[in-house]
């Protein structure tokens, strides 16, 4: 059984559409992530989620909306999507909130804005 | 602000050379060390970790010690193969500045690529 599971793979779309990516963890941890993965492999933390509550948002554009209906859940909506948005979006969770566990990650989507 | 520096690549190596990719990093509190691993359209895979000074982590023939004194953490290997062909990233979660749910902060990536 996949840990951490995110749909879809690829997500092609146009410029203005609203979109969402699904994020699904069976580790039952406490802690989920967004990161996004730029054309040069950066990899930049965006949100978390603790408890069902929002930790952190790192500058990141109020276009994009972490939803979390459960602990297992947290999903990405983006409205009003531009170019700059194309990149790959990872999902992870972890557990507790110490920063010493290590965080398990899904395969990523990869998002291109046409 | 936290932040991570590893050699950028691509490292091309041979079969069974040794491995070395450096690591540093700076941050405000006391951090817990990874690194991660990115194979070809895959997601990141923990390698590795340590979560104090001196701690030595290890896993599939990697190591790599958490030295506080010159804040790094080089990974290492003795002889690597072609299946160890990815993208290495180190990475810390600072435990000082809110704890783990502010999440990972990463080095840029270091592409390893073994040939026969």
Same mark, same amino acid.
Request: glycine letters at 16%.
């Given at each position: 059984d996949t840990a951490v599971s995110q749909t879809p793979k690829y997500l092609v779309t146009q410029m203005g559409n609203d979109k969402s990516i699904k994020c699904e963890q069976? %580790? /039952?941890?406490?802690t989920m992530y967004w990161y996004k993965q730029d054309s040069k492999k950066f990899l930049k933390i965006m949100f978390s989620y603790n408890n069902k509550e929002l930790i952190i948002n790192e500058t990141v554009p109020n276009r994009f909306s972490p939803k979390s209906p459960d602990k297992a859940h947290l999903n990405l909506h983006i409205n =009003?999507?531009? %170019? /700059?948005? =194309?990149a790959v979006y990872f999902c992870a969770s972890s557990q507790g909130g110490l920063g010493n566990q290590p965080q398990h990650f899904g395969d990523g989507t990869r998002l291109s804005i046409l | 602000g936290d932040s991570v520096t590893q050699m950028e690549g691509p490292v091309t190596l041979s079969e069974e050379a040794f491995l070395t990719i450096n690591c540093t990093y700076t941050a405000t509190g006391y951090p817990s060390l990874f690194w991660y691993v990115q194979y070809p359209g895959e997601g990141l895979q923990l390698l590795l970790k340590a979560t104090k000074a001196d701690d030595k982590g290890s896993n599939k023939g990697f190591e790599a010690t958490y030295r506080k004194e010159t804040t790094s953490f080089h990974l290492e290997k003795g002889s690597v193969q072609v299946s160890d062909s990815a993208v290495y990233f180190c990475a810390l979660s600072d435990q000082g500045s809110g704890g783990g749910a502010d999440g990972l902060t990463f080095g840029k990536g270091t592409h390893l690529i073994i040939q026969p």
């Open positions: 069976n %580790l /039952g941890h406490d =009003s999507l531009e %170019l /700059g948005d =194309s | -």
